[in-house]
Structures are given as structure tokens and as C-alpha cells.
């Protein structure tokens, strides 16, 4: 049985799906969705028809999961909603504290229209989420720690980029090593935000701008750079592009806790993630939530879900069998 | 709604279920059951009976979930088939090559009475097979590796303690650290059984026995250690006492592999444990999956399970309004 996939969005995100869609052989992407001008747009994958969002309810009947690619700023408590009228749908909502209004705003559509929806796919949230359940239902007794990074923030990019007489910036989240140590011996530290990460900038400036004034802006910035040790680094446009092209990140879930009679006995459960690509490693997340999706569906499931009520074995292409035999 | 815990057996495990029943405030420890005489067993909860197992079909109705604590080996391939017909069920079998045998025999049972069973939990099988299983529906190319250490291996120290002139023994599975980076960079290297683990050994010699001896006989031991670079160290019984009376584990799952159109992108997924006490760790996870056994129960499902088929939300007291709020 193939999956059918839609792609709505194409993007870094959208083209990761479509990358991770060439993985996964029970899958096939059967057509891509955009704001843009469709002509406008050329995709990897030959054969493979690109059309306008416009057109997209046509589809309702080719189309078994339409993966939603947009920004979780504007598009995806505005789109999710409205295309599991027609779609069973997977998105990467992003806004941890927003969660629960769309998670509400989704479930009820898809209820309303009998489809299924899985929300928030993605590294954090989503493996990140799950390392954290899975280690706090383990060890009740216990301290969680997440840590991000090494990696591009595009956020924290995009503040540098927007200070005057700054013609490209590039931003690293770096934890703090000694942090992250302290955490890994058990000695549950409590870590200001400081003392967690550091940001490391990479900066063009504009010929002439005076480059004192731009460390200063950025060192300073509030909630973006003034709780953190920043450094900043001026380089040409060439090693911006030569040594700063990728979006790469990573990061570390840590939990510590105890156990035994008296809380003797001490534990230490590390989940880490180190990616060349932020957003392929997110979409080859969601595609194989898109297969949990199906699985759902194929039972007459509707309503919205997270990577909390997935059995794993939904993720795999595998059957229970093979999955007991070879990987348990 | 609190859930009613029984114990089958109160070896080190069972000891371990009645520590993370205390941890856990929506479990109660109604009975431990044992194979000796109930009277010679001392437990550390308060005001909890001790039975004989030939009692335990009279509390049917009065435990939710019964935890098997026996071993793989002769225990649980009997006891889990037979006791799913008065109660649902957790065991931790952890006998990898027999896992379809001894689920295809819980299934049938468990189906026929109408019972809930969850098998092989624990961390290998358990967490580390759930990381395997999540890893590789993620990166569908790329390669899995498993290290075990540093810690205790129980069979190893047993062979050990069958040798002429030993009178006491233990050993510990180390995963060879250089083998272990090379992972974690990506090298995606072929490693021999040697490349991946070594082996120490601490032994109490008889007085007057062959040291030589034995530790030529320990070192070119079939399976256990003739395909290892082994150590042995000879101690004193004080010593052995003193440095050498827990029970401690870990180990590493990691995934590496690519994505992108070319391949080109590549990550790599690890998760580790670093465990002051094995049977104490695998015991909190045997718990959580009672709690998931229960759900199970309460919503009518009947038939053998695996981690692979549990939610992850099922493992938590916490609602699912809480887990998106908090974890997700």
C-alpha cells in the first residue's frame, strides 16, 4: 500500500519532505501546493505537478496525507484548521505555549470532518517531547534538562540582520559545556540562562559602518542576546558563504533522577540529536508521523493528535512482526 | 484512580517494582507472591502481605496488574502464559532471539481470558529497542549501533565464578571508547565483536590456587571471553566488598544516516543510560507500562503487547492536557 503525500508550502521544509518522501518507498508524492506561481516553481522530483493552494480541495480524493510546511507564526494556526476539512494533515507547530489553542482549534475541525491530525512534529517539540515523557514517567524522581545546539537560530539571524548597516549575520546556539557536564555527573545544577548557552555571531557589515556600534547593538539586544555571553565576529561575504551556508543544530535531553527505597540509586537518561540540516531532520520526523497518520485514518480514527499518542509502531513501514524480531 | 500492583517473585526486580511503586503515587503495592516460604520473607513496604504464589488465583479480583519478576531463561516463558489468565500482566523477557515464541504464547492466553499483557520491558528490550525502532523510522538510511557498559554482566560474572580455585567474581562490559567516536563522527564503521566491547574482571582467588591458571581459563573462555581483550585483576574479598557490590549498567543506541535529494545531509541519534543500579532501572520502566497495561485494560483491550504498541502518553499519571502543556 502507498501513502499518498501532499506537500503544501515549499520551502526548506517542503523540499526536506519531498527529499524524505524519496526515502521512504511505501510513500509517493503526488503534488506540491503553493502561494507562489506555480510555473514560478521546480521542484526535485520529475513528474510531479505543482499547483496553486487554490485548486487544493480538488485533490481531497488523491491526496491521503497533505503535509503542511508553512511558519507556525501565521500559517499553521490559520491553515492545520482549515485543510483537515479535506486532508489528513501533519504540521510542525512550533510554538510550544500556543500548543494547546491550536491543538483545540485543530481537534475540532478534524472531528467535524471525521480526518486526523498530528500536530507539533519536529525534533522540539516532538523527539525532543517524546525523550522528555519517556524519562519522566520512568524516573518520577527526577530533574530535566534540555540544551540546544550547537545550531543556526534563524530568529536570533534574522534580529542581527536587521541592525543597520549589517549586510548579513548568522547566529550559533552553544550550550555551555561545563553546564552540560555538570548536568551529565548528576549534580543537578540549577543553571541560569546564561549559564545553559552561549551565542556565537557571525557578521557582514556594510562597508564604512562602524563595527563597534553593531557589536554593541547586538551584545545588547534585550531577550535576544543581553541574558547570554555573545561574541561576534566580523568576516567578508565570501567565508559568510563559504563557512556559514548550512543550518545545521542539535541538542541534548538530559534526566537525572533517582531510585530505590531511600532514592540511593542514581540515573542518568541522555537523548541527543547532532543534524547537518535543522529542517530536513524535522521533515524526515514528520513523514514518518505522516505514516502514523495513515495508520490512524486506516482504522477510522478522526480528531488531533501528538507524538504522545502515537504507539510507535505506527511509525515504521514495518510489520509488528518483523518489528518484534528484529528490533526489540 | 489508584492502580493495584502485584509482585511475582522478590529477587532484586521485585525489590526494584516495590521501590518505583513507592515513587509512583497512582500505584498501590497490594501483595508480593513468592515461590519460598512467605513467613522468610522480609519486604519494605508496611503492612503489605507476603503469599505463597499456589494463593495467588484468590486476589484475581484485587490487583490490577501482576509484575512477573522471574528470569528469562526457565521463569517467565511458564509463569507469563499462566498467570495472564487471572490478571494482566508486565514481564521484562529479555531473551531477544525467543521474543516471537514467547509473544505468540502471552497473545493466545492473554486473548482468551481477556487480559492485557506487556512483554520485554525494561531497557534492552525496552527503552533501547524503542530508540532503535524510532531512529530508523526517522532516518529509513543510515546504520544502528549498540554499545552495553560500562557495567555489570551477571552471566559473565557467573562463568567466572565456575572456575576451579574462584571464589568470587565479577565482570564488567566496557564499549571501547575509540570505537564509540568514531560512531558518533559518522565514520559508519564495520566493528568486530573485539572492536566494539573489552572485558574486566575482578576475582577472589582461593588461597594457594593457580592465578595464572585462572586467568588463562577466564581469558580463553568460549563466547563469554575468547572473542574479547579481557583483563583480570586479582583482589581481596574486602576489595571486592568494598569497590565492587552494585549493580551498575548503561550503554548507547545511535543511529547515523543521511537525507537530502543526494543523500548529502548527515545526522546522527543517541541515546544513552548511565545506571547506578540495572534491576532498579529496568524496574521503573516495568512500572510505567503497568500504568500503560492498565489504560489498556480499562479501555477493553485484550492480547499481547510490546513497547512498540504503547503510547507514549499511556505511560504517564498525568492527563493529556498537562502532557501538552508541560512536556510536549
Chains 1, 2 share one sequence.
Not at 46 to 64: A, R
Not at 101 to 111: I, L, S
Not at 138 to 155: A, M
Not at 172 to 187: D, N
Request: aromatic letters at 10%.
Amino acid at each position: 500500500m502507498t501513502i499518498r503525500i501532499g506537500i503544501l508550502g515549499y520551502g526548506n521544509l517542503g523540499r526536506g519532505i519531498e527529499c524524505a518522501v524519496k526515502h521512504n518507498p511505501d510513500m509517493e508524492l503526488k503534488a506540491v501546493f503553493t502561494r507562489r506561481e506555480p510555473a514560478s516553481l521546480k521542484i526535485l522530483t520529475e513528474g510531479v505537478p505543482v499547483y496553486s493552494v487554490s485548486q487544493i480541495e480538488n485533490f481531497k480524493d488523491e491526496i491521503d496525507v497533505l503535509v503542511l510546511c508553512g511558519g507556525s507564526a501565521t500559517d499553521l494556526p490559520r491553515q492545520t484548521p482549515e485543510y483537515v476539512k479535506w486532508f489528513h494533515v501533519v504540521d510542525s507547530f512550533d510554538t510550544h505555549a500556543k500548543i494547546p489553542e491550536h491543538f483545540a482549534a485543530v481537534d475540532k475541525a478534524a472531528r467535524e470532518h471525521n480526518k486526523v491530525a498530528i500536530i507539533s512534529c519536529g525534533w522540539d517539540p516532538g523527539m525532543f517531547s517524546l525523550n522528555r515523557l519517556y524519562a519522566n514517567c520512568i524516573l518520577p524522581e527526577g530533574r530535566d534538562y534540555t540544551f540546544w545546539g550547537k545550531g543556526v537560530s534563524q530568529g536570533h539571524s534574522d534580529a542581527i540582520r536587521r541592525i543597520d548597516g549589517v549586510k548579513d549575520g548568522k547566529q550559533y546556539t552553544i550550550p555551555v559545556q561545563e553546564a552540560l557536564e555538570a548536568v551529565r555527573r548528576g549534580e543537578n545544577p540549577e543553571l541560569t540562562t546564561r549559564q545553559k548557552h552561549k551565542r556565537e555571531c557571525f557578521v557582514v557589515a556594510e562597508e564604512g559602518a562602524d563595527l563597534a556600534r553593531i557589536e554593541n547593538e547586538i551584545k545588547t539586544m534585550p531577550n535576544y542576546f543581553d541574558e547570554y555571553d555573545t561574541t561576534v565576529h566580523f568576516i567578508t561575504e565570501e567565508e559568510m558563504k563559504r563557512d556559514h551556508s548550512g543550518i545545521p543544530h542539535g541538542g541534548f535531553v538530559i534526566r537525572t533522577g533517582s531510585t530505590g527505597w531511600e532514592d540511593e540509586n542514581h540515573h542518568v537518561i541522555e537523548y541527543s540529536l547532532k543534524l547537518d540540516s535543522n529542517p530536513q531532520f524535522t521533515s524526515s520526523v514528520i513523514a514518518a508521523f505522516a505514516r502514523a497518520a495513515y495508520r490512524f485514518s486506516q482504522e477510522g480514527q478522526s480528531g488531533c493528535k501528538t507524538v504522545f499518542d502515537v504507539p510507535p509502531a505506527y511509525l515504521s513501514p514495518k510489520s509488528a512482526e518483523e518489528l518484534r524480531s528484529h528490533l526489540l
